[in-house]
Structure formats: C-alpha cells, structure tokens
C-alpha cells in the first residue's frame, strides 16, 4: 500500500514540475495559453460560450460570445487581465466628437465602432473606457480613439 502512495505521489510531483517547466502553459487549441489567464478567464467569463484562444508575441486573447454579444478579452503573457472589447453602433459616439470627426475627418465614412474596457488595476494612467473608430474613405483608412473625455485622437494609420 506504501508502495502505490509513494508512486502516486511521485508521479503526481513530476507532473508538476513538468508543467511548471513550461510556465505554466497550457495547450488550447494549438495556442499556449498561460494557466493564470485561462483561470482569470474562466472566472471572470463564466458565461462565455464559443471560446477561440489567440496567443501573440505580446498578448493572449480570447474571443467569446456572451449573452449573444461578441466580445475579445485581452491579457499580458504573464495571464494578467487587461481589458475587453465588443463591437458597438456608432451612435455611442458622443454627439460632440461625431462632430468633430466630420470636420477633422471630411469624406471619411464610420466604418466600426469598438468600445474598450480597460483594467485600471493594471495601468492607472489609461482611460477606463475609450471607444475606437474605423474611419475609411476610398484612398485611406485611420482609427482614432475617443477618450472617457470625449477628445478625439489620431491612434493609427491603416492604410
């Protein structure tokens, strides 16, 4: 009986020197994502459904519905939860910046509206909510980004 404890017991410590050897890692669907966010995750999501995981050199995020709206969740490679984003309409834009983008951004269209909740917790010096704006006219194509103060801020070129 001793015999099968100890033999469990150390094939239970080799199992997890092995997974803590890869850092925590866990393979989701031919990505490695870290255990600490699948946790957080699977905490602070308890109701996602269809769940894609996509790990880059910088971040790990995973793509989910919830309550039939689709969002993408966003953690650092040590699994610490950044923010979440989702598509919204463009008439959560404030009145004043849909404004000023019609004067700074004459001939652009509004293509995509996306809202991004940040985690404060993280990085206190970011906006605790920004939205952020595809515009595209038949040459170019920018994102700019609306601030909790509703100013309105170049962020990228697109093409």
Do not use: C
Request: aromatic content about 10%; overall charge neutral; hydrophobic content about 40%.
């Amino acid at each position: 009986m001793k015999k099968i404890f100890l033999t469990t017991a150390i094939a239970a410590l080799l199992s997890v020197n092995v997974f803590a050897a890869d850092g925590g890692k866990k393979n989701d669907g031919g990505t490695n994502v870290s255990y600490i966010a699948l946790h957080g995750f699977t905490v602070d999501f308890a109701d996602a459904k269809d769940v894609n995981w996509t790990v880059t050199k910088n971040t790990q995020k995973a793509t989910f519905t919830v309550d039939g709206v689709r969002k993408t969740a966003f953690y650092n490679l040590n699994g610490e939860y950044l923010g979440v984003t989702q598509r919204v309409d463009a008439k959560a834009i404030p009145a004043k910046t849909m404004k000023q983008i019609s004067k700074d951004y004459a001939g652009y269209d509004v293509n995509e509206v996306i809202v991004y909740q940040a985690n404060t917790d993280i990085n206190s010096n970011i906006d605790a909510t920004s939205y952020f704006v595809d515009l595209k006219n038949d040459k170019h194509e920018v994102l700019v980004r609306i601030t909790q103060q509703a100013n309105l801020e170049f962020f990228q070129q697109v093409k």
